[in-house]
């Protein structure tokens, strides 16, 4: 297995784009060598955390090629005449043991932001060293990596068919005060196919042995390189999508990008096979321009049946949005931030979908499993279907939906509203008949394009723009209280 992962080592040097990675230096023993520019990080960054797990809001983390101990978090602390710079230890967080050397060959370490922290650096890179007040612009994005499974062969070498690299730049250039991911990174699931090798060449395989699909040299190539510039820019709210289940990119996610301390071994396997994992509701505070404070509330749904009702999972996210509701009750204004959309509509080229199944409204075991508990939300952010498509179902909260950040985009046609609302199946009848169902949407609007949204405070309500990849805005929607209309 070592063998293996050395291989792997050499033959992606060329993904890490410019970085001077001396890969031979990597056979030094891990915690011996000093760092150099040969470790340069591939990773810098501050993830938005429940003030339970840090005071201030934020967790740095740092990923480094091994072969060298964790560096410092630098920081500049408040003093009596200006500021001091002060050195934390950051502590390695581990890959699971059962992971058969797919991060062996990556270091990862992690300590808390101290609150007060006016400037933060981990080997001279600078990260968030807190969340800024009186916000007023939030990035919103979703659904990143490059497609490789089956007969999906996306161009992963090709920036104007898999543009996420061009899409974190211009969110770069809009400098927005915090960014919000909402899920599915990780999307290179098999090897690029050799007739492909002109498109895909060089992108790194899953292991063939593993019961997951993800690597370490899978994720720098579908996140830490081409999103880098923006990981280090700005505090970073994360999602998890179905593409971190344990049974795809969920290693990779619980080591480098769940929000929490002692989480990373989450998705190791037991007995050769992948767990099934669900992490806790959490909630991150805003404070946003003009005195209003917003809660960022995550339900984690990369778990989850789209067009059917799966009981097994619904009875396990019930109690994830029954927290939801609690916290959202609690703020001023909440937002909703879940993966898998409630209410979303796929292409009718999807049609028909079999008897007994709802319409195209997805995904119908979030609708069930949320259903009576979103009064407090004003919107909903999700992503997961490949367009961008803002929905609005009477007595619901507005839903957003951003699934255009980088991967392959679902068809360009046709999104009309579905004659029933959701948990409700194509003919009408009820998908659930003890909860109740949807009415369907009184707008339903789509745009099959890449891009991002940028979220700024109104005088009442917001403004969202969904921008294209170079950052020119395709469309602009009003958020006010629960409404949400796009022009
Ligand atoms: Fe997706
Ligand atoms: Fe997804």
């Known amino acids: 297995m070592a063998k293996v992962t050395s291989m792997r080592t050499r033959s992606l040097a060329a993904l890490v784009v410019g970085a001077a990675l001396a890969f031979s230096s990597l056979a030094s023993p891990a915690g011996f060598a000093a760092l150099t520019p040969a470790h340069a990080p591939l990773a810098a960054y501050a993830l938005a955390a429940s003030t339970s797990e840090s005071a201030s809001g934020l967790i740095a983390r740092v990923v480094l090629p091994a072969g060298v101990g964790c560096p410092s978090l630098d920081v500049m602390m408040p003093a009596k005449q200006g500021s001091k710079k002060v050195r934390k230890a950051m502590q390695e967080r581990k890959a699971g043991a059962t992971t058969l050397n797919a991060f062996s060959t990556l270091l990862v370490c992690e300590a808390p932001i101290p609150k007060g922290a006016r400037a933060a650096s981990i080997a001279g890179r600078s990260i968030p060293a807190f969340i800024p007040r009186n916000i007023d612009s939030i990035a919103l994005f979703g659904d990143s990596g490059c497609r490789l499974k089956g007969t999906e062969v996306q161009a992963c070498n090709d920036s104007a068919q898999w543009p996420l690299a061009r899409i974190a730049q211009s969110i770069v250039r809009d400098k927005p005060d915090v960014t919000i991911f909402l899920g599915d990174f990780f999307y290179r699931e098999e090897s690029c196919p050799t007739a492909n090798s002109a498109i895909c060449g060089g992108s790194p395989a899953p292991l063939p042995e593993a019961p997951f699909t993800d690597s370490a040299w899978g994720w720098v190539a579908d996140v830490l390189t081409p999103m880098g510039p923006l990981l280090s820019a700005t505090p970073l709210v994360v999602v998890r999508g ?86 959202a009750k609690a703020s001023d204004e909440a937002w909703l931030l879940t993966h898998r959309p409630l209410s979303g509509v796929l292409s009718n080229q999807y049609l028909p979908v079999p008897q007994g199944e709802s319409t195209t409204w997805t995904s119908v075991t979030q609708a069930y499993a949320s259903y009576g508990l979103l009064d407090p939300f004003s919107l909903s952010l999700s992503s997961h279907v490949h367009i961008a498509q803002a929905v609005q179902i009477p007595g619901q909260p507005g839903e957003l939906i951003l699934g255009n950040g980088g991967t392959e985009l679902d068809p360009t046609t046709a999104y009309p509203i579905p004659p029933y609302g959701p948990l409700t199946n194509a003919s009408g009848q009820p998908l659930a008949p003890e909860r109740g169902t949807l009415p369907t949407a009184q707008s339903l609007q ?34 006010k209280g629960r409404q949400i209309t796009c022009a």
């Open 242 to 327: 179905n593409h971190e289940q344990c049974s795809r990119g969920g290693n990779g996610f619980y080591l480098m990008f769940d929000p929490a301390f002692g989480t990373s071994r989450s998705c190791a396997p037991a007995a050769g096979v992948a767990p099934t994992v669900y992490s806790p509701t959490r909630a991150v505070d805003l404070s946003i321009k003009g005195g209003r404070g917003l809660r960022l509330v995550n339900v984690d749904s990369a778990n989850g049946s789209d067009n059917t009702i799966d009981d097994t999972i619904a009875a396990s996210l019930r109690p994830l949005y029954e927290r939801a509701h609690n916290l």
């Open 446 to 479: 789509t745009w099959v394009t890449f891009g991002y949204a940028m979220a700024a405070p109104a005088a009442t309500g917001w403004t969202i723009a969904l921008n294209d990849v170079r950052g020119e805005a395709f469309a602009t929607c009003r958020l």
